[in-house]
């Protein structure tokens, strides 16, 4: 069943020397930046493989270059729109993901070398599975026709896929996220981190539908700190969870059991 996850069950160590980071954002919002810049400053150190958003080469972040960006980076971040029933990730008019939308089947064999760890999508509906609401089912049912199963399968090696299951975060509220995801990054694992930074309180909204699939044996993956590439068939689904009411919200960080894919 479902559980309430501790921060330290999240938490495992084995050190790494260097990283880079790669971003394309098809929005006028700057959460790719964001993270760009702060993985690209100390304590991370990450190597800066390319940026393209409304400051950088807009034209040029396509969905061709995300794969590019994402064979020869531990970490890429793409940032734009979705919708629940295709996987891809689409931009504004002026952005390279406008002519030249970002799919799985863009991906190929591209990402076979296992470079790219951490994927992490700032878009609507593209970590989603249809069966899974939590506190409805125990464990994922998920189906070849789910977003989350189309990527995760385009990329077999990455250890973690972040983003949301349905409804984005708006503009500002996106780099407010982004902000503290990176904060977070510098105790928590990756998961941990995705999941404080999005979680909701009384007064603030972020991003209810946050959603981290994870390759189990990768939970403890931190930004600097990472497991050896060891892979595994089995995932589990981290989500938000409100156990208490409109009035006295109460959003703890749940996991699913693990599940195989389809």
């Known amino acids: 069943m479902s559980k309430n996850l501790n921060r330290r069950q999240l938490f495992k160590k084995s050190l790494i020397t260097s990283a880079g980071v790669a971003a394309a954002d098809g929005t006028d919002s700057l959460d ?21 958003d409304k400051n950088n080469s807009k034209s040029l972040g396509t969905g061709i270059k995300c794969r590019d960006l994402g064979s020869s ?90 983003g949301y299951s349905y409804n984005a975060p708006s503009s500002g509220t996106d780099v407010i996220i982004a902000d503290a995801f990176c904060g977070y990054g510098q105790t928590y694992s990756i998961p941990m981190a995705w999941m404080l930074a999005n979680r909701p309180s009384a007064t603030v909204c972020r991003g209810r539908y946050a959603k981290c699939l994870v390759r189990e044996g990768y939970t403890g993956d931190k930004l600097k700190v990472h497991k050896a590439d060891n892979p595994r068939n089995t995932y589990r689904l981290y989500y938000l969870r409100n156990d208490g009411d409109a009035s006295n919200p109460n959003w703890n960080i749940c996991s699913t059991p693990t599940f195989t894919l389809p």
């Open 32 to 52: 790719a930046a964001k993270i760009y810049d702060k993985l690209r400053s100390s304590p991370y150190n990450f190597m800066g493989n390319g940026l393209y």
């Open 73 to 162: 980076s531990d970490s890429l971040n793409v940032s734009g729109h979705g919708v629940t029933t295709q996987a891809q990730i689409y931009s504004e008019s002026g952005y390279g993901l406008y002519t030249d939308k970002f799919t799985p089947s863009d991906i190929s064999t591209y990402w076979s070398n296992g470079e790219l760890e951490w994927c992490l999508f700032a878009a609507c509906s593209q970590v989603r599975i249809e069966d899974y609401y939590p506190g409805t089912t125990n464990t994922p049912v998920p189906t070849n026709s789910d977003n989350a199963i189309k990527w995760i399968k385009a990329m077999p090696n990455v250890h973690v896929l972040l």
